[in-house]
């Protein structure tokens, strides 16, 4: 098996600060979004709103999943570094693997995520393809 040193987790730590960041302004802007929505909604109760607002409740769960899977994989990769640091080498690829195994979930929450994003688009497209018709 492939020795695991401490600059081995060391390695995910600047991605999943980046993608942590990511997340984060994905949420903010998500949230103005929603709050942009209820109000156009209390004035026009259109379903396209409605529509707009499931798929927007359902990314804020996604992304809130999505941070705590890297939140997870910060901290499984700093215990696994723990690990490293006091010789108990047997615990270190399992504990490691974990946190490469959160990381790679938050990753698909990520890309499911985008899916939904690209789906409400073509919502708000739809809306208005009648018009790009005249």
Same mark, same amino acid.
């Given at each position: 098996?492939?020795?695991?040193? #401490?600059?081995?987790? @060391?390695?995910? &730590?600047?991605?999943?600060?980046?993608?942590? +960041?990511? *997340?984060? !302004?994905?949420?903010?802007?998500?949230?103005?979004?929603?709050?942009?929505?209820?109000?156009?909604?209390?004035?026009?109760?259109?379903?396209?709103?409605?529509?707009?607002?499931?798929?927007?409740?359902?990314?804020?769960?996604?992304?809130?999943?999505?941070? #705590?899977?890297?939140? @997870?994989?910060? &901290?499984?990769?700093?215990?696994?570094?723990? +690990?490293? *640091?006091? !010789?108990?080498?047997?615990?270190?690829?399992?504990?490691?693997?974990?946190?490469?195994?959160?990381?790679?979930?938050?990753?698909?929450?990520?890309?499911?995520?985008?899916?939904?994003?690209?789906?409400?688009?073509?919502?708000?497209?739809?809306?208005?393809?009648?018009?790009?018709?005249?």
């Amino acid at each position: 098996m492939t020795e695991v040193t #401490l600059n081995t987790p @060391a390695l995910l &730590f600047p991605t999943i600060s980046l993608l942590l +960041l990511a *997340y984060t !302004n994905r949420y903010i802007a998500i949230s103005n979004r929603i709050r942009a929505l209820h109000s156009q909604y209390k004035t026009e109760q259109s379903t396209i709103i409605i529509s707009q607002i499931n798929i927007l409740k359902r990314r804020i769960f996604l992304i809130r999943n999505m941070q #705590l899977f890297g939140i @997870a994989t910060m &901290f499984i990769a700093a215990f696994s570094m723990f +690990l490293i *640091y006091y !010789n108990l080498e047997e615990w270190v690829h399992a504990v490691f693997g974990l946190s490469l195994i959160s990381m790679l979930i938050s990753l698909a929450l990520c890309s499911i995520e985008v899916y939904l994003s690209n789906k409400a688009l073509l919502i708000q497209i739809k809306d208005v393809e009648h018009l790009m018709d005249l």
